[in-house]
């Protein structure tokens, strides 16, 4: 004979999978609303614990995508000349120039690219952009050891600049934001406490196929015109020397980890990404499966954080997928599974967090008075205690016995 919900501790499994979503926003299968048939109605003096149950979600997204970090943007010029910055603040560097006849924005297809394929995507995309066919005037390598892509310049009395500091964030063609840089995916930061390691990464050679040149240029200022540059250390050089990328290659910087995000709570979990504010997040989702397999939670790993829902009634859920910055998460056409579980608790058995530090307060100086009794009474535990510690032993037992 089962007893009655409001005498025993229950709890509601609800699964929803994003195809039979009430209401989709926008183009993406992962951000939506799921409208209930049945209210789930919480039972007088009650609250719910909401967690993540399971999930399965289709690893169909891509690291390098269209409008977030597909793009980059170069200016060709002769051996020697700076490249072209717009006026900017006193004292700091302008955007670089993209208006020039001289200046490109390449994009990459995206997808999911290892290293490798992602530095040769670069050296054919920008020879075809900025080339004739078959010249490439720039090179970019992935070095397996130090974790770094290398840049250097192939045709003579080029320099090629890159726009990694001061490039425009969005360019926006025909009303539509096209693509985002890929700085760190490179291995570039915007701004370096070393003026030498920031700004927009240049590499040259000579006239005479000699001397291979690189360093950082910069915009002058509130003037208009040529950059301002820091070569790298004993520039020119001799033989063919790279410009190495200042950190290690992140090809996975745009999606860390999957968060499933819900309307349902919104003070529960701090994120450092809005300044430790309080935000809307249910689950952090490690990325634990490759591209093209699919990506699971257990139920035993899905229920380790609860979140305490103060309505008493639910109507609709909406469930966001996201990576680290917010961003709706694209399964190019596919849909996800997600299973959230939730427990209906009488407040009288979660403690209290006032009552809570007072009793941990009294076992702490409980457990430190034992312990300091225990050192003046046996300061070497491996000795071997005398006649009269071990009678007074047992009737210290023997108390406990009849307690």
């Given at each position: ?9 229950a709890?509601?499994?609800l ?7 009430t ?22 003096h009650?609250?719910i614990?909401?967690s ?13 995508d269209?409008g ?16 072209s910055?717009?006026a900017g ?9 993209e208006?020039l006849?001289?200046?490109k924005?390449v ?8 290293a ?14 900025v080339?004739?066919p ?10 397996p050891?130090t974790?770094?892509?290398?840049f250097?310049?192939?045709?003579v ?9 001061n490039a425009?964030p969005?360019?926006?063609i ?12 490179l291995?570039f930061?915007?701004?370096?406490p ?25 915009g ?7 950059g301002?540059d ?28 999957l ?23 249910l ?5 634990n ?5 699919t990506?699971?939670?257990?139920p ?16 609709n ?6 990576n680290?910055r ?11 599974d997600?299973?959230l ?9 979660i403690p209290?967090?006032?009552e ?12 430190d008075e ?25 009737k210290?037992?023997e ?5």
């Amino acid at each position: 004979m089962s007893l009655p919900e409001l005498e025993t501790p229950a709890a509601r499994v609800l699964y929803i999978n994003s195809k039979d979503a009430t209401t989709q926003y926008g183009d993406f299968s992962t951000n939506f609303d799921f409208q209930l048939e049945e209210p789930i109605t919480v039972p007088p003096h009650h609250i719910i614990l909401m967690s993540l149950y399971s999930a399965e979600i289709p690893y169909s997204f891509y690291y390098f995508d269209t409008g977030q970090n597909t793009r980059i943007d170069i200016q060709i010029t002769a051996y020697g000349t700076p490249a072209s910055y717009l006026a900017g603040p006193v004292g700091g560097s302008g955007l670089f120039n993209e208006n020039l006849n001289q200046s490109k924005s390449v994009y990459i297809p995206e997808g999911n690219y290892n290293a490798v394929q992602l530095a040769h995507q670069l050296t054919q995309d920008i020879g075809d952009t900025v080339a004739s066919p078959g010249v490439y005037p720039l090179k970019v390598s992935w070095n397996p050891i130090t974790l770094k892509f290398d840049f250097i310049c192939t045709v003579v009395n080029t320099r090629v600049t890159l726009a990694i500091s001061n490039a425009n964030p969005f360019v926006v063609i025909g009303g539509g934001v096209i693509g985002g840089s890929m700085n760190e995916e490179l291995g570039f930061v915007k701004f370096h406490p070393l003026p030498a390691d920031d700004g927009d990464l240049f590499v040259e050679l000579n006239a005479a196929g000699n001397a291979w040149g690189s360093g950082f240029s910069n915009g002058n200022g509130a003037i208009a015109g040529p950059g301002v540059d820091t070569p790298t250390p004993n520039s020119p050089f001799a033989v063919a020397t790279p410009l190495v990328a200042e950190n290690v290659g992140d090809l996975t910087a745009s999606v860390r980890s999957l968060f499933v995000r819900t309307n349902l709570s919104t003070n529960s979990v701090l994120d450092s990404h809005i300044g430790g504010g309080f935000s809307n997040i249910l689950a952090r989702i490690p990325v634990n499966a490759t591209s093209g397999n699919t990506i699971r939670v257990s139920p035993s790993d899905g229920t380790k954080h609860k979140l305490l829902i103060k309505s008493k009634t639910i109507t609709n859920v909406s469930l966001r997928l996201t990576n680290q910055r917010n961003t709706d998460i694209d399964l190019n056409g596919l849909n996800w599974d997600v299973s959230l579980m939730m427990e209906f608790i009488h407040p009288k058995d979660i403690p209290q967090l006032e009552e809570f530090r007072k009793v941990w307060d009294q076992v702490s100086l409980k457990l430190d008075e034992e312990k300091q009794i225990d050192i003046v009474r046996d300061p070497r535990p491996d000795r071997i205690p005398t006649k009269e510690e071990d009678e007074t032993k047992k009737k210290e037992e023997e108390k406990k016995k009849k307690k």
